[in-house]
């Protein structure tokens, strides 16, 4: 594959060279134009990644050239950036693509050895007059730093690869940790207790919400912004209710529970979805799924799922008596920010389930459907 950023005047050139050595050695190429959304190194890399991935068919690999010179470049970037265990692991040898695999083969080969080969190939490489520019930082560490490291210490390259490789460990063992943690602190249908991530120690508790966070936003926060999180987070205050907002997302505490939401919420939902007992339903603000009970709904049953518009009352399954669903979704520790978001399922102009919740009184049939909710994941 070739990607053209379209960036250089000479960018259509290169795609030919491309296409004369992928012809010379008969290998079929795939040429495809982006246009990032500036001149930046992170615009032309989104645009290409991109690229790749709605390209790549499942079970394809795609091998990427960087070079332990590359390596090097990224770890001393990130180590100056401030970045944490998982930045310093560098680029890994393998790892997803959407769909496929990314592989690169050449991470401890340096760009000498490569020059050298390619020279004997008698091969011609194409040179980006980008990479001779030092105002990116990548290329004024390239130019000016790296050959007097290098020379002062010749072992640097593999230095870093080193490095690079002990921190995939430590960031491995980390994430075993926070999936620990998590799987402690989880909390039905909400999403991690106060209480039990203030049993941990203060490292945990970042490495926990650092973890949690990135799975769930792929957004990677600051050590300084997750210690303020956590410092107004888990305030002691019994009655507080604090929210903070980072990316698109925020971070709510309601009783014991922290929730982690999009930003802004969705407004109030109105409208009647009909749904199939037994069948998953994905909606705006979260997942309809079913498991068998021993009593629920029979298979097929055709129900309409509507949400909260106040007023309505319920006789829960073995409550003996009515309650306004306001209360039920109250008791249920249901935060009030997400009770208009809360679905119930109806049939007739009764009101039958609050899913995640409760039945409600009816002539349910034995090992039957009973219905779940996960909203915003949460659960």
């Known amino acids: 594959m070739h990607i053209d950023h379209q960036l250089q005047a000479a960018s259509a050139d290169w795609a030919e060279h491309c296409r004369q050595h992928c012809q010379r050695l008969r290998v079929p190429l795939t040429c495809l134009q982006v246009i990032p959304g500036s001149a930046s190194e992170a615009s032309a890399r989104n645009a290409r990644y991109a ?3 709605k390209f790549l068919e499942p079970g394809d690999c795609l091998l990427l050239a960087q070079h332990a010179d590359d390596q090097a470049e990224t770890l001393l970037l990130r180590l100056l950036r401030g970045s944490g265990v998982a930045g310093l ?3 890994p040898v393998r790892r997803a693509l959407g769909r496929a695999r990314l592989l690169r083969p050449l991470l401890d080969q340096s760009r000498e050895q490569l020059e050298r080969v390619a020279a004997e190939l008698e091969l011609v490489p194409v040179q980006d007059p980008t990479n001779a520019q030092d105002h990116y930082d990548r290329n004024w560490l390239r130019l000016h730093i790296l050959p007097r490291l290098k020379q002062h210490w010749p072992a640097l390259l593999q230095r870093c690869r080193d490095t690079a ?5 430590a960031d491995e063992m980390l994430q075993e940790r926070a999936l620990d943690d998590l799987a402690q602190c989880r909390l039905p249908n909400a999403g991690l207790s106060v209480m039990r991530i203030q049993d941990l120690s203060a490292a945990r508790q970042r490495n926990l919400m650092h973890f949690w966070i990135a799975r769930q936003t792929g957004q990677r926060l ?3 912004r997750l210690q303020n999180l956590l410092s107004t987070l888990l305030s002691p205050r019994a009655d507080a209710e604090p929210v903070e907002r980072f990316g698109g997302q925020q971070l709510r505490r309601y009783r014991d529970g922290l929730y982690l ?3 802004p919420l969705p407004e109030n ?3 009647c979805t009909p749904v199939i007992a037994g069948q998953p339903l994905s909606l705006p603000c979260g997942e309809l799924t079913w498991q068998r009970s021993a009593q629920g709904f029979p298979d097929g049953m055709t129900l309409t799922l509507g949400y909260r518009q106040g007023g309505e009352r319920l006789r829960p399954l073995g409550r003996g008596g009515s309650v306004r669903l306001k209360q039920l979704l109250q008791e249920a520790g249901v935060p009030p ?3 208009p978001l809360q679905p119930i399922l109806w049939s007739d102009d009764h009101l039958l389930a609050v899913p995640g919740i409760c039945l409600c009184e009816y002539p349910w049939v034995e ?3 009973m219905p779940q909710w996960s909203g915003f994941g949460l659960s």
């Open 337 to 339: 920010w997400l009770r």
């Open 165 to 169: 490789s002990v921190m995939r460990d």
């Open 269 to 271: 939902l109105a409208g």
């Open 261 to 263: 939401l999009p930003d």
């Open 367 to 369: 090992n039957g459907w």
């Open 222 to 224: 600051s050590r300084q």
């Open 51 to 53: 690229a790749f991935e």
């Open 89 to 91: 692991a560098a680029m």
